[in-house]
């Protein structure tokens, strides 16, 4: 049985080294997808994944697991739109099931402004090729038909922007997936391995301190989503990032009822059922910064009332467990990606409530940036620099909530 355990473990035990080309902080899709790229694309061979906690055990295990690429920027467009189509072949790309389901994203508008807005993104995505219109209540009715479009609800329904290759995807199955086709390819993964400094000499990092002991390391990438700017911190890199907590709960599971995301701006609420039946509820990030993983009653008790006002049949659905995740989110509401002031020491940050959906495509790029040193053009409008040069890449109209 023992020998049974081991030969199906996704990753196995290392002895933590002294040195390694690449140091890659965070344990999540991020940093797992980081890794597996760096040695399957560009043969790295000493390549460590450090995680202060369990595997996937920060944004990656703390989301709401939706996959859209109908993004507001031309630069967004472009990079979500590659990650998703990405994300369509990830489970045969790393052999493992992740229940992707591209059933459909409807973004609803309850007022002539938004769906004007509705209007100019669907325009933006369609010249940058990515399937995405604007539909009438007459065409949602059809394609959701547990949506009440007459003009009886308190907040009417006028249209909706329609993005038929959204979905959804099982948020564990992405890490472990990258796990274990990235330890296959060489890749230390060293979970419970806290970084608590990071070396520098001459403007270049040369190394991180972790509670296991110093490692010299030819380059570091922080993947840490919520913890970025304290990470950051300990090499000396500020970044205009604030840290929001998001919430969001799901109810006991139920017979199949919703096969479209619906999500409501107005109401500030997303709604998805799940593979396992769950319907899973979120909002945006609350308006206050902080680190604490504590849920609250007031969001559940919001939520569950705006749910039930587009789906109006599930008030008597029990509430399953509620969580809570961080989102470092920066001044334009658009990521932080590529090379730092600090020679060596890359940073992938600033993602807010967008990050998942950019898992696959922020692996490739910023292994490409570690392994080339040239920045990806996918990847150029999110420079730190951005923030002292002005040009910056505002996608806070890309989604009507934080999802």
């Given at each position: 049985?023992?020998?049974?355990?081991?030969?199906?473990?996704?990753?196995?035990?290392?002895?933590?080294?002294g040195?390694?080309?690449?140091?890659i902080?965070?344990?999540?899709?991020?940093?797992?997808?980081?890794?597996?790229?760096?040695?399957?694309?560009?043969?790295?061979?000493?390549?460590?994944?450090?995680?202060?906690?369990?595997?996937?055990?920060?944004?990656?295990?703390?989301?709401?697991?939706?996959?859209?690429?109908?993004?507001?920027?031309?630069?967004?467009?472009?990079?979500?739109?590659?990650?998703?189509?990405?994300?369509e072949?990830?489970?045969?790309?790393?052999?493992?099931?992740?229940?992707?389901?591209?059933?459909?994203?409807?973004?609803?508008?309850?007022?002539?402004?938004?769906?004007?807005?509705?209007?100019?993104?669907?325009?933006?995505?369609?010249?940058?090729?990515?399937?995405?219109?604007?539909?009438?209540?007459?065409?949602?009715?059809?394609?959701?038909?547990?949506?009440?479009?007459?003009?009886?609800?308190?907040?009417?329904?006028?249209?909706?922007?329609?993005?038929?290759?959204?979905?959804?995807?099982?948020?564990?199955?992405?890490?472990?997936?990258?796990?274990?086709?990235?330890?296959?390819?060489?890749?230390?993964?060293?979970?419970?391995?806290?970084?608590?400094?990071?070396t520098?000499?001459?403007?270049?990092?040369?190394?991180?301190?972790?509670?296991?002991?110093?490692?010299?390391?030819?380059?570091?990438?922080?993947?840490?989503?919520?913890?970025?700017?304290l990470?950051?911190?300990?090499?000396?890199?500020?970044?205009?990032?604030?840290?929001?907590?998001?919430?969001?709960?799901?109810?006991?599971?139920?017979?199949?009822?919703?096969?479209?995301?619906?999500?409501?701006?107005?109401?500030?609420?997303?709604?998805?059922?799940?593979?396992?039946?769950?319907?899973?509820?979120?909002?945006?990030?609350e308006?206050?910064?902080?680190?604490?993983?504590?849920?609250t009653?007031?969001?559940?008790?919001?939520?569950?009332?705006?749910?039930?006002?587009?789906?109006?049949?599930?008030?008597?659905?029990?509430?399953?467990?509620q969580?809570?995740?961080?989102?470092?989110?920066?001044?334009?509401?658009?990521?932080?990606?590529?090379?730092?002031?600090?020679?060596?020491?890359?940073?992938?940050?600033?993602?807010?409530?967008?990050?998942?959906?950019?898992?696959?495509?922020?692996?490739?790029?910023?292994?490409?940036?570690?392994?080339?040193?040239?920045?990806?053009?996918?990847?150029?409008?999110?420079?730190?620099?951005?923030?002292?040069?002005?040009d910056?890449?505002?996608?806070?109209?890309?989604?009507?909530?934080?999802?």
């Amino acid at each position: 049985m023992i020998g049974l355990l081991k030969k199906h473990r996704y990753f196995r035990p290392h002895e933590l080294s002294g040195s390694y080309d690449y140091v890659i902080i965070g344990g999540g899709a991020h940093g797992m997808a980081t890794a597996y790229y760096l040695a399957t694309e560009f043969g790295a061979k000493r390549v460590a994944v450090l995680e202060k906690d369990y595997i996937g055990a920060g944004a990656s295990g703390r989301n709401t697991t939706i996959i859209r690429a109908n993004y507001r920027t031309a630069e967004g467009v472009r990079f979500y739109g590659e990650s998703l189509r990405m994300y369509e072949t990830l489970s045969q790309d790393v052999n493992f099931n992740m229940l992707f389901s591209q059933h459909g994203h409807l973004t609803l508008a309850h007022s002539d402004r938004s769906l004007q807005t509705m209007v100019e993104r669907a325009e933006v995505n369609r010249l940058l090729g990515v399937d995405s219109r604007v539909v009438t209540p007459e065409e949602i009715g059809e394609l959701c038909p547990q949506l009440d479009v007459s003009g009886h609800p308190t907040y009417p329904i006028l249209g909706a922007l329609y993005h038929p290759p959204g979905g959804i995807i099982r948020h564990d199955a992405v890490v472990w997936g990258y796990a274990k086709e990235a330890t296959k390819a060489g890749v230390e993964i060293h979970p419970y391995t806290e970084v608590t400094g990071i070396t520098r000499d001459n403007g270049r990092v040369t190394g991180v301190e972790t509670g296991r002991g110093p490692i010299r390391a030819g380059a570091v990438i922080s993947c840490v989503a919520g913890w970025s700017t304290l990470v950051c911190d300990l090499a000396g890199v500020e970044l205009p990032i604030t840290t929001h907590i998001l919430q969001a709960f799901v109810t006991e599971p139920l017979k199949p009822l919703l096969d479209k995301i619906i999500v409501s701006g107005t109401l500030h609420v997303y709604v998805s059922q799940s593979d396992r039946g769950e319907l899973l509820i979120g909002s945006e990030i609350e308006p206050y910064s902080g680190y604490s993983t504590k849920g609250t009653l007031r969001f559940v008790e919001d939520a569950a009332r705006d749910m039930c006002e587009l789906l109006p049949m599930l008030g008597e659905a029990r509430v399953l467990r509620q969580w809570t995740g961080l989102c470092d989110v920066t001044p334009d509401y658009a990521p932080i990606m590529g090379l730092t002031e600090v020679d060596g020491f890359l940073v992938d940050a600033g993602w807010g409530t967008y990050g998942f959906k950019a898992s696959p495509i922020v692996g490739k790029t910023m292994a490409e940036l570690a392994a080339t040193g040239v920045t990806p053009e996918l990847i150029e409008p999110f420079a730190l620099e951005r923030f002292y040069t002005g040009d910056l890449v505002s996608e806070r109209g890309a989604a009507a909530v934080s999802h």
